[in-house]
């Protein structure tokens, strides 16, 4: 059963205020908050069992090794990834997309050609573009329209057999549209090109497949799924994984090491180089059990209830105008603006209530500068928000356009 007032009790950071005010946090874009369950699996292992892995032969290590190997295994039952090893720990989504690209500079050359689309994230635009710089590839654009989603003929267009890579978000942080990314991924094995997807803003609200989808690549952050900053991963088919060169090198990535020639290790090590992020990697797992706790039927239809109340009572504010698709294509993300005012001010004023939303071009310039706009107020919401908290941002919003107009 979904009970709101007891969810609302894991999460104890809901329970602090902000200038005086009760805190009502709709940055979950940004970064979600972490329940109760997962700080204490922090606390748990800082407390009882810190210690590197992989390495020890004494109790500690050998503890924090199983449950760092638990927590891989609960991410590839998550994914339903096929084989655990194809799940790579890294510090989060841009890390992940940096590896791929690093990997396929060695696998491109001249004149081939990768696909992005107009809806990215920077951090699934940058690394591509350096890799066209290293390679001489050309990088190409699936545009977007007016309600901010893909236009799907355009990106038949782009597709031929130079097209090596395709690279698109399963959702936009920006607008909140969820792109059909089954489609995106079964036009580019048409012409034999590879498909990562950028879940990183997805992951919060669904559960992805990643045999079902087919992708080649998939990535995620722990931070926008309840868990802690700084891990995330990625989803490499085995044979993908086997043909890209290692990441980093170091210590856990190796083989066997003489100054002649060092071999790898066996995935999923040959790209994990270094100490790991241990403890954020075992409150990763524990962040993903508590989001199927909660259920992700609950989460979609919950949050989709907060999205279509929001919209109408915002809607309903003289000026106010809302950005990107109709409400059954997107996830719960609400990006407007107010008619002369920026975003920015809004933002400040709505701080002061207590109320914490994104102002400004969320890594997205490219959506920015096609609606001409110096950038938007992002409320995104997550099943721990309420009415009530929607009811306190639709007044805070009047009374900022009172102060600012
Ligand atoms: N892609 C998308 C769609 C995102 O929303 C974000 C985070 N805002 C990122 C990538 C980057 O994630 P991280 O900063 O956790 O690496």
Redesign the pocket.
Known sequence: MFNIDNIRKDFPILSRKVHGKPLVYLDN??TSQTPIQVIDAIVDYYSNYNANIHRGVHTLSQEATDKYEEARHKIQHHFNAKHAHEIIMT???????NLVAHGFASLLKKDDEIIVSAL??H??IVPWQMLCEKTGAILRVIPMNDSGELVMSAYDNLLSDKTKLVFV?H???ALGTINPIEKIIKKAHQVGAAVLI?G??ACPHVKPDVQALDADFYVA?A??MCGP?GV?MLYGKESWLNKLPPYQGGGEMIAEVTFEKTTYADLPHKFEAGTPNICGGIAFGAAIDYLNSIGFDNIASYEHELLEYASKKLLEIEGLKIYGPKLSHKTSVISFNLEGIHPYDVGTILDKLGIAVRTGH??AQPIMAYFKIPGTIRASFAFYNTKEEVDILVEGVKKAKMMLS
Do not use: L, P, R
């Not at 510090?91 to 997309?97: D, V």
């Open positions: 874009g940004a510090s989060g989504t841009t890390e992940s997309i990215e994230h951090s699934n978000n959702i936009s942080n950028d990183a803003q952050s931070h926008k900053t995330g969320h890594c």
